[in-house]
């Protein structure tokens, strides 16, 4: 691919943080937030090969070699992809906190790819994208790939890994007026160091509770039954292992559900905790509530309320 | 309750077969069919108690003392409930075969406390007649109770059980034409010895593609998409220690599908194989691929074609 088959040559792009797992869907569900995400700034030069000028919001935690970089190693799949005899400079801006268990490495990857997918005149289909941004993901997760986040942060919405391999995406609609409440404690929990916590084997009992909430949350969605989801959401099978990483979990669950929420849990491989609500008044009741539980310890929080993200990235001037 | 609250004295009630597990959905799935199913006539006596005076089509396997007989047991729970004055005598005619894995037990269950309460000038609600039905199935099945035949064949539909304890019951909407194909070898297998064939564990590897695609089949049912239900419906958790106890069960898979089926799985415990497919006429020809498969063979097979039953129980002349 030439530069004459670009319709620009630079553009800013913003991708979603999101939620992962969702209660009962471990490595199955995930849906993209408003607030945080990345904001990704892509300059086409006659150089080839990627050069990341400059990452701010990391405190100088991220590589900016781009091969040891999440969006770099995806920009580089999709650029050999495209055959491109250009090169790319970018810049990362983190508007979202790493390592927080809100996709932060995925919305930096998608920001990439999406960005320079924007500048093709012709443009390939967001499935072409996610296989870039799954390369990108590897560097971090290894063999453990999960599509969660990614998948969720490209297509925006609530979806569903259906299948990893093969790779097989599903949109499920969320009722209006959905919200989400997240309380990020600032402590990091590495996605990896999570995931040894995770048991090799459930018993089929635990199995069947699981995959009981699983449809009946998809269920919910459909028909916009809160009190559905309310029963449905619960995980038995990784949370309980969890819990322990985070600061006052159960406490902040209680207070969440105490304030009126749908559901209450760790999001992805946490420190973040998400809470459902039916509407954004309650919704900043409800993380009030949470971040209260903080109060006291000598632990720092973010706190965002959001409507389900049903976009995904989009260009920002 | 007196003689009095009842508004007529003698009623025949079907109840329908059922289909559970449907592939992914171990233990909370199940639907109902039109055919086959099982005749309950039930006629109020001056006499507490309850007489079985006759079973007709169970090759005289089933026990006529009411107190062993699911049925039995099931009218005796609402019996109590209701503080009858009264007695009921009973005749169960079996026109689905025993042990086949199309829920015959829950059959006679549900339609008898459906026939009770048809009968009642204030008719209890289906939730309160599941609870006796549920009591009839202990007798069979003990403390590892499933309900997705009983609540299949009560409420009619395709049924979620989103929960046992406690009992939740969520109704999944179907597609249009959608049609199932059953397949029944004369051989028997009991619940009981094909559920000791269970693992205990399995991985959470497993566990989360069953997920996958439990969420993935009820996505299907709510989008009508025969496409997403295709990929969605298999089962990687129990089909392939069972499968071994079903005759050529792999070869009624292979001939389901390439006849066109959407799905084939074992009904229940088996030794019932059921198929899906998206009209009537495809599921004959579904249907004798089927059979096909045990020609030569020397076993007897019963096949049955039927949409899905939105409709549970009824009266009938």
């Not at 990362?92 to 500048?119: C, D, F, R, T």
């Not at 409800?286 to 632990?299: E, S």
């Given at each position: 691919?030439?530069?004459?088959?670009?319709?620009?040559?630079?553009?800013?792009?913003?991708?979603?943080?999101?939620?992962?797992?969702?209660?009962?869907?471990?490595?199955?569900?995930?849906?993209?937030?408003?607030?945080?995400?990345?904001?990704?700034?892509?300059?086409?030069?006659?150089?080839?090969?990627?050069?990341?000028?400059?990452?701010?919001?990391?405190?100088?935690?991220?590589?900016?070699?781009?091969?040891?970089?999440?969006?770099?190693?995806?920009?580089?799949?999709?650029?050999?992809?495209?055959?491109?005899?250009?090169?790319?400079?970018?810049?990362?801006?983190?508007?979202?906190?790493?390592?927080?268990?809100?996709?932060?490495?995925?919305?930096?990857?998608?920001?990439?790819?999406?960005?320079?997918?924007?500048?093709?005149?012709?443009?390939?289909?967001?499935?072409?994208?996610?296989?870039?941004?799954?390369?990108?993901?590897?560097?971090?997760?290894?063999?453990?790939?999960?599509l969660d986040n990614i998948a969720a942060c490209l297509y925006g919405g609530f979806i569903l890994v259906r299948s990893k391999q093969p790779v097989d995406i599903v949109r499920i609609p969320t009722p209006d007026g959905l919200h989400c409440v997240v309380l990020h404690p600032q402590i990091e929990i590495k996605t990896e160091a999570s995931r040894k916590l995770l048991r090799k084997q459930i018993t089929l009992e635990q199995a069947v509770i699981q995959w009981g909430n699983v449809a009946g949350t998809v269920t919910a969605l459909f028909r916009s039954d809160f009190e559905l989801l309310k029963r449905s959401l619960d995980d038995v099978v990784v949370v309980p292992d969890r819990a322990e990483l985070i600061p006052k979990y159960y406490q902040i669950y209680e207070a969440a559900m105490s304030a009126g929420a749908i559901g209450c849990s760790i999001s992805g491989s946490g420190p973040s905790v998400f809470a459902l609500s039916p509407d954004e008044t309650l919704a900043r009741k409800?993380?009030?509530?949470?971040?209260?539980?903080?109060?006291?310890?000598?632990?720092g929080s973010d706190l965002y309320i959001s409507a389900i993200n049903n976009d995904g990235p989009k260009v920002i001037q």
């Open positions: 691919m030439q530069l004459s088959q670009l319709k620009k040559n630079e553009i800013r792009v913003f991708a979603p943080a999101s939620v992962a797992n969702v209660g009962c869907g471990f490595d199955i569900f995930g849906f993209a937030l408003h607030v945080p995400g990345d904001e990704v700034y892509l300059k086409i030069t006659d150089n080839p090969g990627i050069k990341i000028n400059a990452i701010s919001g990391d405190d100088n935690r991220l590589p900016k070699d781009a091969k040891l970089n999440t969006a770099g190693v995806s920009l580089q799949a999709m650029m050999e992809f495209l055959q491109t005899d250009f090169g790319v400079e970018i810049e990362i801006h983190k508007k979202m906190p790493i390592g927080s268990g809100l996709g932060s490495s995925a919305a930096s990857s998608v920001a990439s790819v999406y960005a320079l997918n924007e500048m093709l005149t012709e443009p390939l289909e967001k499935r072409q994208l996610l296989e870039f941004a799954i390369a990108g993901e590897k560097i971090t997760s290894g063999d453990s790939i999960h409800i993380g009030q509530a949470m971040a209260d539980v903080l109060d006291g310890l000598d632990i």
